[in-house]
């Protein structure tokens, strides 16, 4: 044993404490997913048009935000773009820098098939139709997923405008189903939102960098234009200017 192995023998602790973690983490992803389909059953039972347009998870982030499905009814759409990203939005508006564009919504699956440059126009869109959604959802004694469904068909065919596809994008039955659970990133006691949109906002600084030295050539052709236009001008009147000296002398 010493030669062909390079540890010890295990011991009858050690073993049933391998056994006791192995149970512990089996136990804990059993857990998970029955509270994966406690949370999808509530979603469709209460937010049903909601579920459709952003998933159920983060359909539930964004109710859990807000309070209840009646105060995410009563929020605007420009509000619902950004929930979850408060933190962004008062440094933005103190620091006198863009606003963001999106919170909690950045995580649906209709903004993340979109490239970084069309981001923000999808989740414009995403949030006016998500907030006729809820009302719905709230308000309606009855609600249907007629709403959810068209709704969803709209934005695909916004993504699809964006993007140049000529085809439509597959949508699973137009339901929103993500396959796996994707538990959230928690960091200081809450959803980590400000840090998801830190490479956005490097890809808006490079844009507008890139804007900014457009103008700097265009201004540089005008201005060596201009520049060209003058010169003949600037000779023209040195050799009147010479005539008329002759002229006096």
């Not at 995580?107 to 869109?125: E, F, T, Y």
């Not at 844009?207 to 030295?213: G, M, N, S």
């Amino acid at each position: 044993m010493a030669e062909v192995s390079m540890g010890t023998e295990v011991d009858i602790m050690d073993m049933t404490n391998m056994q006791a973690l192995a149970e512990q983490v089996l136990s804990m992803s059993d857990y998970r997913s029955q509270l994966w389909e406690y949370l999808k059953n509530r979603m469709n039972a209460i937010a049903p048009n909601l579920t459709i347009m952003v998933g159920e998870l983060v359909g539930a982030r964004l109710i859990s935000h807000a309070g209840s499905l009646m105060n995410l009814a009563k929020q605007p759409a420009s509000t619902l773009q950004i929930l979850g990203a408060e933190k962004a939005l008062f440094r933005a508006l103190k620091t006198k820098h863009d606003t963001p564009k999106y919170g909690l919504i950045y995580h649906a699956s209709l903004v993340g098939r979109c490239i970084p440059k069309n981001k923000g126009r999808i989740s414009r869109v995403l949030a006016a139709k998500a907030a006729l959604a809820v009302r719905v959802d709230a308000l309606s004694d009855e609600p249907d997923t007629l709403i959810g469904h068209s709704a969803f068909k709209t934005v695909e065919k916004r993504i699809a405008e964006l993007e140049g596809n000529k085809t439509m994008l597959a949508t699973n039955g137009g339901a929103n189903q993500p396959t796996a659970f994707v538990a959230p990133t928690i960091q200081g006691g809450g959803v980590n939102t400000a840090s998801d949109m830190v490479d956005v906002a490097a890809e808006q600084k490079k844009e507008k960098k890139a804007k900014k030295d457009k103008k700097k050539r265009k201004a540089e052709e005008t201005e060596t234009a201009e520049a060209a236009a003058e010169e003949p001008k600037s000779a023209k009147k040195s050799k009147k200017e010479k005539k008329e000296k002759k002229a006096k002398a």
